[in-house]
Nanobody, 124 residues
Framework: QVQLVESGGGLVQAGGSLRLFCETS????????LAWFRQAPGKEREFVAA????????FYADSVKGRFTISRDNAKNMVYLQMNSLKPEDTAVYYC?????????????????WGQGTQVTVSS
């Protein structure tokens, strides 16, 4: 069983930064691929960023490439999303997800465990 708890969301002005945190529990963390997804009101959930088991491979949605950075600390069972140069269109609930494999990519159906989400609101 894996539990994921996100935090760090909030209200920020356009151009600002936020760092999201995802604390995990369970033995599989160090062997799990991790990712961040988001869902804006009235829209489907979409992929944001993914990181491999070791942290050596990352992948980003085109919409956030160059602005967001995903990272992980296997010793602390934590995964992070550093978000810079935020835009109003980044407003969404952000979800942390874990997969029972070393790499899971951008397909949400590859992920087995999900957090409850944290709200990010970017004002113009």
């Amino acid at each position: 069983q894996v539990q994921l708890v996100e935090s760090g969301g909030g209200l920020v002005q356009a151009g600002g930064s936020l760092r999201l945190f995802c604390e995990t529990s369970g033995r599989m963390f160090s062997s799990a691929a991790l990712a961040w997804f988001r869902q804006a009101p009235g829209k489907e959930r979409e992929f944001v960023a993914a990181i491999s088991r070791s942290g050596g491979t990352t992948f980003y949605a085109d919409s956030v490439k160059g602005r967001f950075t995903i990272s992980r600390d296997n010793a602390k069972n934590m995964v992070y999303l550093q978000m810079n140069s935020l835009k109003p269109e980044d407003t969404a609930v952000y979800y942390c997800a874990a997969a029972s494999t070393g790499w899971a990519g951008e397909d949400q159906y590859n992920y087995d465990y999900w957090g409850q989400g944290t709200q990010v609101t970017v004002s113009s």
